[in-house]
């Protein structure tokens, strides 16, 4: 414990405080580190008059004080350092202990850095799978639970009718008459006259005529689809794919999706002098689906490598601390 004593020379106060400091030290150990205010121009300012004044841990005493305050201030600093230094053990301890056993959350770790990829798999069948139970659901007559889905799934999809596959019906999707898909009935002709009614449009799921909605949109289900199947690919090669370089993730998956998806939404504002450079365009459900199939493939094949190698590094730091213990336990 260390205290520190401002005083001054001739300061009869600051003696007397000295000895009784002195007195204290064998049952309040502590080192004794005493300022001559005199000596500093901005500590003569700053104290005054007020001295003896003394630091003991985070504890301040001013004159005029007497020797019982003083064995106060010892007492509660002894006993505050006292409290840090058995909390300070307490989490050494614990940190000892925990270095020196299997804990759930390492059984935990353990086992996803080895069953990664499986549940990334899963849940991506799962998810992209999921839209299409919807309209399935629906064919069969069951439209609560098709209805869960569709609301699930608007949270993260626009689910426009006319940028959305269908099944079951005359066509497997029924896009905006401005993306000219000769040969396919477009959405203002099949569904609804005016395609600008955005609101309708996300709110329909299909008839017995038009077939059912998929409740992911196909630049979505595409996205998803891609990522699936690269997974699928990285666990049958055994994790053996090196990761795409950045410069290929950018060029090959995000510039397409950008291009494809930027160029409609700034050509679809209404402003002429947009129009007089760039002519509205409605992207067709062909280039939705590559332009998606590219980006979900490319990120899956830019991460999944990394996140391999980062699942192999904490699955040997866990492997070697396993066998740590285990050969502990056989001495």
């Not at 989490?91 to 000892?96: D, N």
């Amino acid at each position: 414990m260390k205290v520190v004593l401002y005083a001054r020379a001739g300061c009869g106060v600051c003696e007397e405080t000295e000895t009784w400091l002195e007195e204290l030290r064998p049952e309040y150990p502590h080192t004794l580190e005493r300022i001559d205010i005199s000596a500093d121009e901005t500590l003569t300012e700053s104290f005054g008059e007020r001295i003896p004044v003394l630091e003991i841990g985070p504890y301040t005493l001013e004159a005029p004080f007497d020797r019982q305050r003083l064995v106060v201030a010892l007492g509660a600093a002894r006993d505050r350092e006292a409290h840090i230094a058995r909390v300070e053990e307490s989490a050494y301890r614990a940190r000892v202990q925990h270095k020196n056993r299997i804990t759930r959350s390492n059984r935990a770790v353990y086992w996803f850095s080895r069953h990664y990829l499986l549940v990334f798999n899963l849940f991506f069948a799962v998810y992209v799978g999921l839209p299409f139970l919807a309209p399935v659901l629906m064919k069969a007559g069951l439209q609560r639970p098709a209805n869960w889905i569709y609301r699930a799934y608007s949270v993260t999809c626009h689910q426009l009718a006319f940028r959305s596959w269908f099944l079951f019906g005359e066509q497997p999707a029924y896009p905006r008459a401005a993306a000219h898909m000769e040969g396919w009935a477009p959405y203002e002709q099949a569904i609804n006259p005016d395609s600008d009614d955005l609101w309708a449009a996300r709110r329909f799921t299909g008839n017995p005529q038009v077939g059912y909605k998929v409740a992911f949109c196909e630049r979505d289900v595409a996205i998803y689809v891609g990522i699936l199947l690269f997974g699928l690919i990285f666990a049958a090669s055994k994790e053996r794919i090196p990761a795409l370089p950045w410069y290929l993730w950018i060029l090959l998956g995000m510039v397409p999706i950008g291009l494809d998806g930027v160029s409609q939404i700034i050509s679809q504002l209404p402003f002429d002098s947009i129009h007089a450079v760039l002519p509205y365009r409605e992207s067709t459900p062909f280039l939705r689906t590559l332009t998606g199939f590219l980006f979900g493939f490319t990120t899956a094949w830019f991460g999944y490598p990394l996140v391999a190698e980062a699942m192999h590094d904490t699955r040997s730091l866990l492997e070697s601390k396993m066998a740590r213990l285990k050969a502990d336990g056989g001495r």
